[in-house]
């Protein structure tokens, strides 16, 4: 039978115990890495779920004076949908959306504000970064996907804040980047 020597759990260092053997374990603790999104992200957010009603919606929009709110599963935030102002325009307004206010409620507004619910207008595939994503990668996600606002979620999911192009140029106003405006803007004005 062979013996394997016991390593102490504690080893000596002077007048005290240390608890290990000095070596970092990293699998020990959850590292959330800060990047620009999580100072961006503006906080805190409003949500709605995707049991609101378009009213709901309509008027929580109005009263925190922003154009698109995040739908998460309630008691969780995690982020399951997004609704805008343009979803919000387009059922209201006689665009592609409205055919559930035709097809549904008649062409009764009313009624379609009252008993529809934001699942009906929402997109549940939203685009988002999450809190470990950099400013150039957060602009290239805004510019390729064409959109003016992101959620900023953590890896499982969990709703963190929301970045708007509002909040970039904030952030970039006092900054000095180099360049002048001449040189990368267009002149052809519609």
């Given amino acids: 039978m062979r013996m394997v020597p016991a390593i102490p759990r504690r080893r000596p260092e002077g007048i005290r115990w240390l608890r290990s053997d000095g070596t970092p374990n990293f699998s020990d603790r959850i590292h959330r890495s800060e990047g620009d999104a999580k100072i961006l992200a503006k906080r805190p957010v409003y949500t709605v779920t995707r049991t609101t009603t378009i009213l709901g919606l309509a008027e929580d929009m109005s009263r ?95 709703l963190w804040g929301i970045i708007t192009e509002h909040d970039i140029v904030e952030h970039l106003a006092e900054k000095t980047v180099g360049r002048k405006v001449s040189e990368v803007m267009t002149s052809n004005v519609i």
């Fill in 64 to 158: 925190y004076n922003v154009r698109a709110m995040p739908v998460v599963v309630p008691n969780q935030d995690k982020l399951e949908g997004i609704v805008t102002a343009m979803d919000l325009v387009s059922y209201l307004g006689g665009g592609e959306l409205y055919n559930i206010v035709v097809d549904r409620h008649k062409g009764n507004i009313y009624s379609a504000l009252l008993k529809e619910h934001v699942s009906s207008i929402m997109n549940p595939n939203p685009v988002y970064v999450t809190v470990a994503e950099k400013l150039p990668k957060i602009l290239e996600i805004m510019v390729t996907k064409n959109v003016g606002v992101v959620p900023v979620v953590f890896k499982d999911g969990t």
